[in-house]
C-alpha cells in the first residue's frame, strides 16, 4: 500500500503508515518542506509518486475534487494503464466519467462504516 496525498500534516504517518510508503508531494508542515502554490514539486518526489501509482493493482481517489495541478494528472496516467480506479468523494470530480460505477459520492466515515 502506497499513499500519494497533498496533505502537508503528517497524519498518515501518525496513523501508521511507513514514512517510505506516503508521498506527500507537497511536503510536510513539520519537516518544514511545504511546496507553496505556484512553485514547482521536486521533482523526485513527484517521480516517485507517479511511479507508484502507475504501479499499482488498485487506485482509490479519496476526498479529493482533482483540482490541484500537477497531482491531478496522475489518475489519467493510471487510466491508461487500465488499472481498476474508485473515487470515494462527497462531490463530483473530473474523472467521475471514465471510471463510471466504480464511484461513491459520499463521506468516507459513511462509506468505511
Known amino acids: 500500500v502506497h499513499v500519494v496525498t ?4 503528517g497524519l498518515h504517518q501518525k496513523a501508521g503508515l511507513p514514512q517510505e510508503r506516503v508521498h506527500e508531494v507537497h511536503g510536510n508542515r513539520e519537516r518544514g518542506d511545504v511546496v507553496e502554490f505556484g ?3 521536486p521533482e523526485s518526489v513527484w517521480e516517485r509518486a ?3 501509482s502507475c504501479f499499482a493493482d488498485l487506485f482509490i481517489i479519496i476526498g479529493t475534487s482533482l483540482q490541484v495541478m500537477p497531482v491531478s494528472m496522475i489518475p489519467g496516467y493510471v487510466t491508461s ?3 481498476p480506479i474508485w473515487v470515494i ?3 463530483a470530480t473530473t474523472i467521475d466519467e471514465i471510471v463510471g460505477q466504480n464511484v461513491l459520492h459520499d ?3 459513511n462509506v468505511l462504516s
Not at 6 to 9: E, F, L, W, Y
Request: proline share 0%; no cysteine.
Open 6 to 9: 497533498q496533505n502537508v500534516d
Open 39 to 41: 512553485v514547482k514539486l
Open 50 to 52: 507517479v511511479e507508484v
Open 81 to 83: 494503464l487500465k488499472t
Open 89 to 91: 468523494n462527497k462531490t
Open 107 to 109: 463521506d468516507l466515515v
